[in-house]
């Protein structure tokens, strides 16, 4: 019964995750923390983290995180089959439509609307992320919501190195807490 909560969870994420790993957060957020309790909001807070750092899609990685937590290595290969079923459809599906109606007007309205959707699921993300590392309890996190606000300043006005700026904030947040 697990294996199949596991593939249904994923395959439901893997289908409706459009727009990229940063769109499918909610979904992952909505299956293994709120519809199926596999894992606490810290918990997960941790997983984005990990399944951002690896190799690979986020929702992927995440899908083998979390199915090997709940049911081991077969876990972790369904769920991630789950999540990458759909789109091994729906991409082969949208490149032979693609490649025969390019040129329609139609086509390329649709591809256009679908980006402010996009954008409002990753901005809904990072909220939500952003809402979890700036309360620790009761009380508000000052140091990851400082090192929030220098990486989001690394990141998007001088263009640093992503793996860069997750370093240094790791390393800041391990300097703060050795001295505090």
Not at 132 to 155: D, H, P, R, S
């Amino acid at each position: 019964m697990i294996y199949l909560q596991l593939f249904w969870s994923f395959l439901q994420i893997g289908l409706f995750s459009i727009g990229g790993g940063y769109a499918a957060i909610p979904l992952i957020q909505a299956q293994v923390v709120q519809a199926h309790p596999w894992l606490s909001m810290s918990e997960f807070t941790d997983l984005v983290t990990i399944a951002e750092m690896t190799p690979g899609p986020i929702a992927v990685n995440s899908a083998t995180f979390v199915g090997t937590r709940i049911a081991g290595f077969p876990g972790a290969l369904v769920a991630t089959f789950g999540c990458i079923l759909p789109s091994l459809f729906i991409v082969s599906l949208l490149a032979f439509i693609y490649y025969r109606y390019k040129k329609l007007s139609v086509l390329q309205s649709v591809l256009a609307s679908l980006r402010p959707a996009v954008v409002a699921l990753i901005a809904s993300a990072g909220l939500s992320i952003l809402v979890q590392v700036g309360m620790t309890g009761e009380t508000l996190n000052y140091v990851g919501l400082i090192l929030f606000a220098l990486a989001f300043l690394l990141l998007r006005k001088f263009k640093w190195n992503p793996i860069l700026v997750m370093c240094l904030c790791g390393v800041g947040n391990l300097l703060v807490g050795l001295i505090l």
